[in-house]
């Protein structure tokens, strides 16, 4: 299984970008996916999560409004739209594939996970 994200550039505050993640080895459709973040020196944290079949979504505090998770269960592939960026959204971006279908925050119910791709936001 792997999990390959693209998409993480050099942007400006309140420009926009797209993440995607593209995964391989099996399918997802079964199971809830989400991105992650880590800033420097900071803990991973949660961004946002999408269910199996997109009806059930969560953001994080800090990017609802601003930040939209899809899937495309076909081409086994998730993204984040990620409009207004701020220099806080500075850090890496991680996919990962949950064990169920559930829609949750904590990384530990997560059983794959993507390499990373690095976002920097300037002011």
């Known amino acids: 299984v792997q999990l390959v994200e693209s998409g993480g550039r050099l942007v400006q505050s309140g420009d926009s970008l797209t993440l995607s993640c593209a995964a391989s080895g099996r399918t997802f459709e079964n199971n809830a996916m989400a991105w992650f973040r880590q800033a420097p020196g900071k803990v991973r944290e949660f961004v946002s999560a999408i269910s199996w079949n997109g009806d059930n979504i969560s953001y994080s505090d800090s990017v609802k409004g601003r930040f939209t998770i899809s899937r495309d269960n076909a081409k086994n592939a998730l993204y984040l739209q990620m409009n207004g960026v701020k220099v806080e959204d500075t850090a890496d971006y991680y996919c990962?594939?949950?064990?169920?279908?559930?829609?949750?925050?904590?990384?530990?119910?997560?059983?794959?996970w993507g390499q990373g791709t690095h976002v920097r936001v300037s002011s």
């Open positions: 990962a594939v949950g064990s169920d279908r559930v829609v949750r925050s904590d990384g530990a119910y997560y059983d794959y």
